[in-house]
T-cell receptor
Framework: GAGVSQSPRYKVAKRGQDVALRCDPISGHVSLFWYQQALGQGPEFLTY????????KSGLPSDRFFAERPEGSVSTLKIQRTQQEDSAVYLC?????????FGPGTRLLVL | DAKTTQPPSMDCAEGRAANLPCNHS???????VYWYRQIHSQGPQYIIH???NNETNEMASLIITEDRKSSTLILPHATLRDTAVYYCIVRVEGRRGSYIPTFGRGTSLIVHP
């Protein structure tokens, strides 16, 4: 069946530009997670949704980062006024039971 | 929160068993050990998890010591496609009961011909 998909796969942004990253989880998965992965590092937790409710956003690095999942399926991670340090791979995962299923990620490069 | 320690890198010959160690000496009694791997340019992929008994599935085996302070992931017949970063994770309870996998740097496994 279809896995978690993310779009775009690659994004180049100028510093100060706003970006929106999309995640389509596996159908029926209630839980959805966003992670940020810097080069050479493991994924770092950003935020977690259960259906449309954002239950944990403790990992969001600043108020420039905002995530939503208004209908409990597709989620969007928005980064306002991007900075060079935002350059990373942004991973989305959905979960059933104890297992997380990750998407391929969006590679963001801020120039 | 229980933390894990893994060697930064390992290598293995194709066809041989790859044994990846993980220390989690501060693990608590009800925390599971999970393993994921991440092949270059892909998202992490779940491999296996366990509590205290050894586990086996079609991908790997997980051996957990009796005191649960360490574990070993075994790939019985490594192939070139098993080259990846392997993450050992102990379940971390987030807010409102959510489970947030906390990834470290993992072990970079290189399988060579």
């Amino acid at each position: 069946g279809a896995g978690v998909s993310q779009s775009p796969r690659y994004k180049v942004a100028k510093r100060g530009q706003d970006v929106a990253l999309r995640c389509d989880p596996i159908s029926g998965h209630v839980s959805l997670f966003w992670y940020q992965q810097a080069l050479g590092q493991g994924p770092e937790f950003l935020t977690y949704f259960q259906n449309e409710a954002q239950l944990d956003k403790s990992g969001l690095p600043s108020d420039r980062f905002f995530a939503e999942r208004p209908e409990g399926s597709v989620s969007t991670l928005k980064i306002q006024r991007t900075q060079q340090e935002d350059s990373a791979v942004y991973l989305c995962a959905s979960r059933v039971g104890e297992t997380q299923y990750f998407g391929p990620g969006t590679r963001l490069l801020v120039l | 929160d229980a933390k894990t320690t893994q060697p930064p890198s390992m290598d293995c010959a194709e066809g041989r068993a790859a044994n990846l160690p993980c220390n989690h000496s501060t693990i608590s009694g009800n925390e599971y050990v999970y393993w994921y791997r991440q092949i270059h340019s892909q998202g992490p992929q779940y491999i296996i998890h366990g509590l205290k008994n050894n586990e086996t599935n079609e991908m790997a085996s997980l051996i957990i010591t009796e005191d649960r302070k360490s574990s070993t992931l075994i790939l019985p017949h490594a192939t070139l496609r098993d080259t990846a970063v392997y993450y050992c994770i102990v379940r971390v309870e987030g807010r409102r009961g959510s489970y947030i996998p906390t990834f470290g740097r993992g072990t970079s496994l290189i399988v060579h011909p």
